[in-house]
């Protein structure tokens, strides 16, 4: 059982593919399903379901990985207690476009009482901070979705978390006027959007028009704002209609209509490729697996 079998063993975990462990420890897939083959061989059961391209952890995997779990939970302590029990700091902070969700939040505090020398501060920033919070690693970890970890300049390392729930969202002025709301009614409406990644608005405006097509929805104008808070602001003074999850609503939506769709956004946690704070993969392996139960239930 060599240290490389263990990482892949760890990585496949995280992220229930393939095709993605592979890409995030730079082997072929051929040379990771080499590396599990003989991690189970050598240990005497099989680790993995497969299902499809994804993957899901056998009875005996999830026995296997919860003994690195608590080996990991030991070190941590062992280091504090080495530290002069100082503890530890994670720093994590989320996208406003989502808020602080519940379900996650919940999590979090069960993962501090299990680690009671780790101390966890959260925080939550717009687009363009968050961005730079994570390139400089001034945080540990940033929860925020898929759609925005693509314009991520340096390397990191991405927990598929779990799916939220889009809604229209318009003011309740102007729902009451569309009322019911149809894709007809929808397509002489202006979408309001924020700048999410660092790419052209060109490229921005391509995802907007295929995720509305989703629901037959064809905006008559693409408006790309600077931040969340302009989108709210446009939002509630009736100016356009937008995709948001409801746990977004930190602000005041009083004077917001929000009407459920079919569509989603995947939410994950991103940690630092480089870093070496081991709570905070810790956190990120413990997020990803408890959340991945709570989707299979």
Known sequence: MNELSITCFLSL???????????????TPQALNRKIQQLEKEIGFSLFLKEGHAVQLTIAGKRFYELFDQFEKNLSAASAALSGNKETVLRICFYKWLGVPDLILERIKQFKTERPGIQIELSQCDHEELYGLIK???IDMAIATKFFSRGIEVPFLCNDLYETELNIVMSKQRFQKSHPVSPVTLNETAYITTKTFENSVAEIE?????????????????????NIDSVYLDLYMGNGISFLPRTSGFYDI???????????????????????????KQLSDYLALSMADKNDA
């Open 254 to 280: 009083k004077g917001l209509s929000f009407i459920p769709t079919p569509l989603k956004a995947s939410v994950v946690s991103i940690t630092s490729h480089h870093s070496g704070n081991l709570p905070a």
């Open 136 to 138: 400089n690693e001034e």
């Open 13 to 27: 975990v995280r992220t229930r593919e393939y095709l993605l462990t592979a890409q995030e420890l730079s082997i």
């Open 206 to 226: 391509t995802h907007v028009k295929k995720e509305c097509a989703k629901i037959d929805f064809v905006p008559n104008i693409i408006t790309v704002q600077p």
